[in-house]
């Protein structure tokens, strides 16, 4: 699942940089520069970016096993940082990759120091005790658009999810959700939108920032102070006003500003 892989950079510390749905490697080239003066980065593509052949709708029989899951991409990234010889590093996870990065925290603790987990969130859907940003109608709505016209549809949602008028960010996500096909894009939102991992952050124990943007449409700030109360070790949240579900993009300079506080190299 993890392709197009580079190390970049020098320091004594890693960062590993995850995208999320429809991205790329791409999303993070706003902080590259910066980020690389003082960490070792570890950036890579999750296969999909290409619109991979291996992401399908689950068969029916869900005893078989499929690629298509949270723990298979968690497992994917153990497998990385096992091939690579890496632990004790610093997981920046963007979106559905926070989650990925927590699972994989779980299994194997001694990989992560610690977790930057951006606009991540464990459930999408509402609840009537818990805020997701989703009703059961948005989401079923959000994946039947997907399924009858994906091309406008990531025309919408980039612009809504970017949240900026500068042209070059929205540019940038726009390009590498289109690469997608239909078929990987719906069956991925399937996975997002319908999961419910909000019990994986009780057994997280490596130190946490949470970043989110104030106006990201994805996930509501309520779920960063959510995540926060139920992470089982130390979490912090940075909120960055004014800005939506890609701060590493939109607000490049005040995200560097907050991995260098918080990760210390």
């Not at 497992?75 to 979106?95: N, R, T, W």
């Not at 940003?133 to 959000?142: K, T």
């Not at 960010?169 to 690469?179: E, G, H, M, T, V």
């Not at 952050?201 to 989110?212: D, F, G, N, Y």
């Amino acid at each position: 699942m993890a392709v197009n892989r580079s190390i970049v950079g020098s320091g004594k510390v890693t960062l590993v940089l995850s995208h999320g749905y429809g991205g790329s490697r791409a999303v993070w080239d706003a902080v590259v520069p910066q980020l690389s003066l003082n960490y070792q980065l570890l950036l890579f593509d999750w296969n999909f970016t290409a619109g991979a052949a291996f992401l399908r709708p689950a068969p029916l029989d869900s005893s078989q096993p499929t690629d298509f899951s949270f723990e298979a991409f968690a497992d994917e990234l153990i497998s990385l940082l096992d091939e690579i010889k890496m632990k004790g590093v610093v997981f920046v996870g963007h979106s559905m990759s926070g989650m990925i990065g927590c699972i994989a925290s779980v299994k194997r603790p001694e990989l992560f120091a610690h977790l930057l987990l951006v606009s991540a969130s464990p459930r999408y859907m509402n609840l009537e005790d818990y805020e997701g940003g989703f009703d059961v109608p948005m989401i079923e709505s959000l994946l039947n658009s997907i399924r009858s016209d994906f091309h406008s549809w990531s025309e919408s949602f980039a612009a809504a999810a970017m949240a900026t008028d500068d042209p070059i960010p929205l540019q940038k996500f726009r390009a590498s959700l289109q690469a997608m096909n239909r078929e990987s894009a719906l069956a991925l939102g399937e996975m997002i939108f319908y999961s419910d991992l909000r019990h994986v952050l009780r057994k997280v124990e490596a130190p946490c920032t949470i970043i989110q943007g104030a106006n990201d449409i994805a996930v509501p700030v309520a779920v960063a102070h959510y995540m926060k109360s139920e992470i089982k070790g130390k979490a912090t949240v940075e909120i960055i006003e004014n800005h939506g579900h890609f701060p590493q993009l939109t607000s490049p300079a005040r995200f560097v500003r907050i991995v260098e506080r918080e990760v210390k190299y």
